[in-house]
Structures are given as C-alpha cells and as structure tokens.
C-alpha cells in the first residue's frame, strides 16, 4: 500500500463549477501538507502549504485537512479553464526535511469553457 | 527571472550511454533536488544537496550519481543508461532543506532510453 494515495482522474467539470480534490494517507506522523499544480510539460508548483489540521483560505483555492481520516482535500471555487492542470498532494513528517517530502501520484483535472 | 533551469529539455539515449542533465538555480537556493516522474509512481526523489559541498542518496539513486558543482548548479549523470531509466526529470532548489520552505521547480527533462 502507498503511503499517499490519489486519484488519478481524469476529473471533467464545467467552468464554474466547485472542484473537489482528495488524498487519503496512511503514515500519521504526517503533519505538513501542500498541494502542488503542474500544468502540462512543466514542473510542479507549489499552490499551497498547511501545518497540522484545519483549513486554509487563499482566494478560490481552499485546503481542508482531517488528519483524524488521514484525508486531505483542495476545493477549487468558481473553476476556470486556466485551472486545468494536474494537483498533486504532497506532505511530510516533521523534522523530516524536504528531503522527506512524499508526493501522490496526480489528479488531473479538465475544467471545459 | 530564470529560477530553476534544466538541460536539456528532451534527449534520447541508446542503452549503455551515459549522459548527464544539468540544473542551475538563479535564487541563492541552499538545497536542491533530483526528482523522477513516472505515471501511477509520482515524484520520487533520487538524490539531494541539503548544502553546497553535500548530497545525499533520496529514494531511488541506484543508476544514477550527482555532483553539486557550486551553490548555483547540482548535476545528475546516468553511467549506464537502461530502458527502466526512460522518465521526465526534474531538478527543484529550495532556501533551506526544511519542508515548510517552498521549493521551486524546473521545466523537467523528458528522457527516453531505447
């Protein structure tokens, strides 16, 4: 079993729509968690960065972790077609340094105009 | 602004060729990083430089071996190119190796080895 679990998609929504995007983990000494975006043919991007449990706001992009399930998620508000690309989750224990950082394997996502 | 730069962006090797990918970081980056991407694996990290003068082996470095040239340039070079080595590489740099630091990625090398 993977440490990081995500599904791969695709994932098709209309624009406007609210996007829902989900890792589960097994290791729970997990506490850092980001999500990348990577458009395609170029590198991952770092979209957004949470410490331990709760949400985290920034513009129409929020994080949610749960850490009770070992289930993040990243809600995509009033989806537009530049969202495309594929969100990567990732997260590490602490004191681990990057070098620790393990990453899921991508849900790609397509919002049509 | 150039941040994190790789060459070249494709190559394609014969099995048994060596070959090696070059990254160079424009933002005084301490740490930088040897990723592989791989459909159904994600990124997986193949060696890292905490520091300048350092590396360490990541998750997958058998294959493979790097030389951090200066602060600036982190090198990885296949000895021995094998069919199992066709990936998407990508360098990343970070300011510190800590993981609540962001790290930045490179456009990716496409490599495919027949």
């Known amino acids: 079993q993977k440490e990081v679990e995500q599904d791969p998609g695709p994932l098709s929504v209309p624009e406007g729509a609210i996007v829902s995007l989900n890792c589960t983990y097994s290791?729970?000494?997990?506490?850092?968690f980001m999500w990348y975006r990577q458009y395609s043919r170029k590198g991952p991007e770092l979209l957004m960065y949470?410490?331990?449990?709760g949400n985290k706001e920034d513009g129409r992009f929020t994080a949610q972790v749960d850490k009770s399930s070992k289930y993040i998620s990243l809600f995509i508000r009033d989806s537009q077609p530049s969202d495309s690309a594929t969100y990567l989750c990732?997260?590490?224990?602490?004191?681990?340094?990057?070098?620790?950082?393990?990453f899921g394997t991508g849900t790609k996502l397509q919002v049509i105009p | 602004n150039a941040g994190v730069t790789q060459t070249p962006k494709f190559q394609v090797l014969k099995t048994g060729q060596s070959m090696t990918l070059q990254c160079a970081q424009d933002?005084?980056?301490?740490?930088m990083y040897w990723y592989r991407q791989d459909p159904g694996m994600g990124l997986r990290l193949i060696y890292y430089?905490?520091?300048?003068?350092?590396?360490d082996k990541g998750e997958v470095p058998n294959g493979y071996n790097v030389s951090r040239l200066n602060k600036r340039e982190f090198s990885l070079r296949l000895e021995s190119a094998a069919p199992s080595q066709t990936s998407v590489y990508f360098c990343?740099?970070?300011?510190?190796?800590?993981?609540?630091?962001?790290?930045?990625f490179g456009q990716g090398t496409r490599l495919t080895v027949v």
């Open positions: 990343a740099s970070s300011f510190t190796g800590e993981v609540n630091t962001e790290a930045f």
């Open positions: 290791n729970s000494a997990f506490q850092y």
């Open positions: 949470t410490y331990s449990s």
């Open positions: 990732a997260m590490s224990a602490v004191g681990g340094g990057y070098q620790k950082v393990t």
């Open positions: 933002m005084n980056h301490n740490s």
């Open positions: 430089s905490a520091s300048e003068g350092t590396t």
